[in-house]
């Protein structure tokens, strides 16, 4: 894993101490419900991705979706940080304000703090999601097998995605 996608998800997973590295020089914009995020580090290539945190009534972080590219050229991925009381064998599936066929995520891993979860996602799934500004959901189960329906929101990811393609990622 490169850029966006390795500090996302080591932040999650890690029990440790940050990493050891310089500290990065971060800038961001905010775009409807989504944030465009980059970080410039001396030891790497600029990596910006677009984001959106899930809170729940008392306004605690629950999940976060991250989209974005390792590099110019290779597919748009998302990637999913969600609480460790998931079942596994059940899909985890993303459904759009479309209501077409649900997309798929793949767990990846988990660790003390949390779930990584990830996807490609192809040109088809990135005009569903710029079709309309609305609610779509993330759902799985939760480790007592319970449906989990968590809302986002795709108000502003189509301005996002365009200022993601602006950074040239």
Request: glycine content about 8%.
């Amino acid at each position: 894993m490169r850029g966006w996608s390795r500090w996302l998800a080591a932040g999650l997973l890690c029990t440790g101490s940050a990493l050891a590295q310089t500290p990065p020089s971060v800038t961001s914009a905010n775009f409807g419900d989504w944030v465009l995020r980059c970080e410039s580090r001396a030891e790497a290539p600029r990596a910006c991705e677009i984001l959106q945190s899930l809170q729940d009534q008392r306004r605690q972080p629950v999940a976060q979706f991250a989209l974005g590219r390792a590099q110019r050229g290779q597919p748009m991925r998302l990637l999913v940080l969600i609480p460790a009381n998931i079942t596994v064998a059940a899909p985890m599936l993303i459904q759009l304000p479309d209501r077409g066929a649900p997309f798929p995520v793949s767990l990846r891993a988990c660790g003390p703090r949390g779930c990584v979860a990830e996807a490609d996602v192809s040109p088809a799934m990135l005009t569903r999601l710029r079709a309309r500004e609305a609610q779509g959901r993330l759902e799985y189960r939760d480790a007592l097998n319970a449906e989990v329906a968590l809302p986002f929101s795709t108000r502003g990811l189509g301005a996002a995605l365009d200022a993601l393609a602006r950074e040239g990622l």
